[in-house]
């Protein structure tokens, strides 16, 4: 048997975040931002935790995603956090809020005026105020998460009356499109209807934020005005579902 000394995948972590990060700084010039104006989330779902660490403390991760609540909670303690932003991206159950408020900088993935009450709630308990973003179904399907359009609107007044959280901008999955290009229809209108939110004025919302893009198209989200960008397979390589 031999020694594994050297996993390649470490190397393949460093070259991808290279290349992304290039990337992301030539779609940011692109739209007429900085570099920096646009933050690199390593989306972690499935990923051994040693490959997480190496992103971090190697490679300058300084913001991850995780979509469940259990898988975040059992890798967390052997995650090297010190000065890492955590959010969790992936939908989330009413009944799970009160185990996650505590763990985590960001909610993304808010879909319902329910849920935005329930963390309120549970964030009030331990005093914290909760940065979420309210997620959008910007392409209306149905069977995906999310508030359209309509519903955002009428839930909105609701939403800005909860004390324990802060609304820091929006997010968003676009339909699955097969090319690129397809999916700026969908960025162009998350652009502009966050735009129009952000102009508005309610009393929780500190809108700064506006999350899109992932693996297949953050260039693309980025010319269309993201500022955070969510990239899993592209960093770490293709999931393996256990
Ligand atoms: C998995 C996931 C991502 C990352 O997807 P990739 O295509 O691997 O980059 C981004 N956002 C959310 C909400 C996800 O669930």
Redesign the pocket.
């Known amino acids: 048997m031999t020694t594994n000394l050297f996993d390649e995948r470490f190397f393949s972590i460093s070259e991808n975040l290279k290349r992304i990060r290039d990337e992301i700084n030539e779609s940011a010039i692109k739209s007429g931002r900085k570099p920096e104006d646009v933050r690199l989330m390593a989306?972690t779902?499935t990923v051994d935790v040693k490959y997480i660490n190496y992103a971090i403390t190697e490679c300058g991760i300084d913001l991850i995603?995780e979509?469940k609540v259990q898988e975040f909670l059992s890798k967390k303690d052997e995650l090297k956090l010190d000065g890492v932003e955590k959010h969790l991206?992936?939908h989330l159950q009413t009944n799970k809020v009160k185990k996650i408020v505590p763990f985590v900088d960001m909610i993304?993935?808010v879909d319902s005026v329910k849920l935005a009450k329930v963390i309120s709630d549970e964030a009030t308990k331990i005093n914290k105020t909760m940065d979420v973003l309210l997620e959008i179904n910007i392409g209306d399907e149905g069977s995906k998460t999310g508030f359209d359009k309509t519903a955002f609107l009428e839930s909105i007044g609701e939403i800005s009356e909860l004390p324990s959280i802060r609304v820091k901008g929006l997010?968003t999955?676009p339909p699955i499109c097969d090319a690129p290009a397809e999916a700026e229809k969908y960025f162009a209108l998350m652009s502009d209807f966050y735009n129009e939110i952000k102009s508005g004025n309610y009393a929780n919302f500190d809108f700064n934020i506006l999350s899109m893009g992932?693996?297949?198209d953050y260039k693309e989200a980025i010319i269309h005005g993201s500022n955070l960008v969510?990239?899993?397979?592209?960093?770490f390589g293709a999931?393996i579902y256990k």
């Open positions: 989306v779902k995603g979509n991206i992936g993304q993935s997010m999955i992932m693996s297949g969510r990239i899993g397979s592209a960093v999931r």
